[in-house]
């Protein structure tokens, strides 16, 4: 049968035309398979160019080796320092991929036991896929189990088969021609022995470059040159951050700071930090702000003692629940006031850079109502308004927002002694009563129900005059004159003597009459005379009837009317 390397397919027994001799196939035949072999010695590598994460080779070949820059420990290398590496294999790239260890390749069984027990690493190829796993070569047949061949899933086993990799003899019998290989232990050796160099050589303090590689809702994991680094969400942004997948991404490069390392070298566990990186805002603030400065920020979250409210990125103040109004005791939570995400204008009222805080006031921004109240509300001026509370000792009453006057116990009435307010007065009942004193230092407010009532003859002069219709009882009647009881301690003569036979055919005791409710009535219905009832009816004793006045003596203080 003709060679194919010596004949021509079409014309047998002539020699194939072809660019390349069979010396030259034979040759690049042997180099390629010499280099399926060089992992069992050390190649001495020439640095010729160095990347953030990889080194590049010259190793003698026709293509290049990299090795990543995590394997060389110390200082970088630089182009033209030398390092013996050991060539694992061929990436998807081209490039040999290089190892710092000296990895043999087992070429009779004595070297098969000798690896077996030193537990060396061994260079093997993947020659098939089988049931439970791999055939591997390593100078004999060998097999490896699925689940130590470090990967997971049909796809990637298959990628797996023709390639050259580094694994450990966990089994070999001799006599059975049986070995057993593990690829798992000797990747996750190395990966360990990786992360020891990297982590001797990090230091607290010092800036790194990674990659996100994972978010979750307190923070993200970063690899930091193959080793996991937790960047805390409160370590991301000066700025509050809810969620880190607001502001990172699987697979983002960033620099961070390394805040700590744990204390346990086994747990190799590293802090970092984003915002460390960029200056503090807290640093500023000082020039930016001052006490009474009326700024403009955004609530950022809730508390039942107040809200905090942003002003910039990383800076914060409170606005106390006492700061939101100025109507006292009415506002019992934050949220009644304000809500999350809300823009807001506050006052600084202080400053506490040591702290880092800053205290904000709400009220103050609208303006303080007290300022103007003795204009508004001066002395001897009459207001009308709700009763907002009741204590032992008198009713707070509310003239408007953030203005309250309290009215004591004693200058509820003057009918009668008064226990406690809760006996005549009720929250939200809409009273009138008289400004007598008013101290915007101590923001107090007093005033009087009972002053606004006549108490006396001579208010009762002052606010009538002769020909007034008014309202008053039939107290008595003696020789044709009757008294009449206009108000409180206030008295008028009235000549009825029709009034008087009446009394005397239908006599009604004035020990009957209810003279408490009596008083009251007459006290709201004084100056119009209301409420008296028919002319029709015979006048009697202890009757409230409806009387015009026939003549005010102001000097005498004495008053006469006539029924109306």
């Known amino acids: 049968m003709p060679d194919p390397l010596t004949s021509n397919p079409e014309t047998p027994g002539k020699p194939a035309e072809s660019t390349e ?17 060089e992992g069992s010695k050390q190649l001495a590598g020439t640095v010729i160019a160095v990347t953030s994460e990889s080194v590049f080779f010259d190793i003698g070949y026709k293509s290049e080796g990299i090795l990543p820059l ?29 190892s710092r260890f000296k990895v043999e390749r087992p070429t009779d069984w004595d070297a098969l036991e000798k690896a077996f027990a030193d537990k060396a690493a ?46 450990r003899i966990i089994k070999l019998d001799v006599t059975d021609e049986d070995v057993v290989v593990d690829r798992r232990v000797v990747a996750e050796e190395e990966e360990r022995s990786a ?56 697979g983002q490069q960033i620099e961070v700071k390394v805040l700590k390392l744990a204390a346990d070298a086994e747990k190799r566990r590293i802090s970092v930090g984003l915002k460390q990186l960029q200056p503090h805002p ?52 934050a949220s009644d006031v304000v809500k999350q995400g809300e823009t807001v204008e506050a006052v600084i009222l202080g400053i506490n850079a040591a702290e880092r805080r800053i205290s904000l006031g709400l009220k103050q921004a609208l303006g303080d109502p007290w ?22 000792f008198g ?43 008013v101290d915007p230092d101590k923001r107090q407010m007093r005033l009087s129900m009972k002053q606004l009532v006549p108490t006396s003859i001579d208010e009762y002069l002052a606010e009538h005059k002769e020909g007034d219709v008014v309202t008053g009882r039939l107290m008595d009647d003696a ?53 008296a009832p028919p002319k029709a009816e015979p006048a009697h004793a202890g009757q409230v009837r409806s009387f015009r006045i026939l003549k005010l003596d102001r000097a005498a203080k004495k008053i006469e009317v006539e029924l109306a």
């Not at 979750?216 to 805390?232: C, E, I, N, S």
């Not at 007065?425 to 007598?436: H, N």
């Not at 020990?511 to 008083?519: G, P, R, T």
């Open 21 to 37: 001799s069979f010396g030259e196939i034979f040759s690049q035949y042997q180099k390629s398979h010499s280099h399926k072999t």
């Open 282 to 333: 807290w640093d500023a603030v000082a020039d930016k702000y001052k006490a009474g400065d009326r700024v403009r920020g955004t609530v950022t979250r809730l508390a039942e003692f107040g809200a905090f409210v942003e002003l910039e990125p990383g800076i914060e103040g409170l606005i106390h629940i006492s700061e939101m109004s100025w109507a006292k005791g009415k506002i019992r939570k």
């Open 195 to 250: 992360k020891d160099r990297l982590y001797s050589q990090i230091a607290e303090g010092a800036t790194v470059s990674g990659t996100v590689r994972s978010l979750t809702d307190y923070g993200a994991f970063v690899d930091v040159g193959g080793v996991d680094a937790l960047l805390h969400v409160g370590d991301i942004s000066w700025s509050r951050v809810n969620k880190p997948s607001d502001v990172l991404s699987v």
């Open 479 to 531: 020789a044709g004159r009757a008294r009449v009881e206009l108000g409180e301690g206030i008295h008028a003569t009235c000549r009825t003597t029709a009034g008087a036979a009446a009394a005397k055919d239908e006599p009604v005791p004035a020990a009957k009459a209810d003279l408490s409710s009596l008083s009251s009535m007459l006290q709201a219905r004084w100056k119009t005379g209301a409420g």
């Open 395 to 437: 009713a707070f009453v509310q003239l408007v927002e953030g203005i309250e006057g309290m009215v004591h116990v004693s200058e509820i009435s003057a009918e009668k002694r008064i226990n406690q307010p809760a006996d005549v007065l009720r929250v939200g009942q809409v009273v009138q009563a008289l400004v007598i004193a």
């Open 122 to 167: 061994v260079l093997a190829t993947v020659t098939a896929v089988v049931k439970g796993g791999f055939s591997v070569d390593v100078g004999v047949r060998a097999f490896m189990p699925a689940s130590r061949s470090g990967v997971r899933d049909a796809a990637e086993m298959e990628n797996l088969v023709g390639q050259e990799i580094r694994c």
């Open 70 to 98: 995590t394997a060389l420990q110390g200082e970088p290398p630089k182009p033209g320092d030398k390092f013996l590496v050991t060539v694992k294999g061929r990436d998807p790239d081209g490039y040999y991929e290089l």
């Open 371 to 392: 300022v103007d109240v003795p204009q508004r509300f001066p002395v001897g001026s009459a207001i009308e308004g709700p009763v907002t509370s009741l204590t032992k």
